[in-house]
C-alpha cells in the first residue's frame, strides 16, 4: 500500500448525479479548477470515494490532469466502501468506475461488509487522510453533509461550490 501524503492530499465529497441541484457541466468546470487550483498550490495526492457523481468526475479530471502536468507527481487513490459496490450501477458508470481503479496508484477497500456504515467508515477514512475536502453540497442531508461536517470538526480545509451549510 502506498502511504498518502496528508500534508498534500485533497478528498472529494459529492452527491450522486440524481441529487445534483445544479448542472454537471457546473460541477465538471468547478471540479476542474479546484484541482488545478490544489495542485498549483502544492497538492499531490488526491483521494475518490469511488462513487457514481462527483467521486468519479473528479476522479477522471485528476487522471486528465496527470496525463497532461508530467513536471508533477499528481496521485490517484481510490478509497471504495466495500467490494462490489458497482455491481448494481449501469454498465456505462461501471466500466467508468473500472477504468479509475485500473488508473489509480493505490485501492483501498475500506469495509468488508456492505451497507451504509461501509460509506460513513469510508468517507471517515478518506477525511482522516486528507488535508483539504472539495465537496458539492445541495443541503440535502446524508453522506456529503455528514462528511463536511466531520472534516471541519477535524479541522480540515473545506471548499465547498456553494456554501450551504
Not at 9 to 35: C, N, Y
Amino acid at each position: 500500500m502506498k502511504k498518502i501524503d496528508i500534508e498534500h492530499a485533497v478528498s472529494f465529497t459529492g452527491h450522486r448525479p440524481e441529487r445534483l441541484d445544479m448542472s454537471e457541466e457546473k460541477v465538471f468546470s468547478w471540479l476542474d479548477e479546484q484541482i488545478r487550483k490544489a495542485v498549483d498550490d502544492g497538492y499531490t495526492d488526491f483521494i475518490t470515494g469511488m462513487q457514481r457523481g462527483v467521486d468519479i468526475w473528479a476522479a477522471e479530471l485528476v487522471m486528465k490532469l496527470k496525463e497532461e502536468r508530467k513536471d508533477v507527481s499528481i496521485r490517484l487513490f481510490a478509497a471504495v466502501a466495500f467490494r462490489g459496490m458497482e455491481n448494481q450501477w449501469e454498465k456505462d458508470w461501471q466500466k467508468r468506475y473500472h477504468a479509475i481503479l485500473k488508473a489509480s496508484d493505490d485501492i483501498t477497500y475500506v469495509s468488508d461488509r456492505p451497507g451504509r456504515a461501509a460509506f460513513f467508515k469510508r468517507n471517515e477514512w478518506m477525511v482522516d487522510r486528507s488535508s483539504k475536502i472539495l465537496g458539492v453540497y445541495t443541503g440535502a442531508p446524508g453522506g456529503t453533509k455528514e462528511t463536511i461536517i466531520y472534516a471541519r470538526n477535524h479541522g480540515k480545509d473545506v471548499i465547498l461550490i456553494e456554501d450551504k451549510l
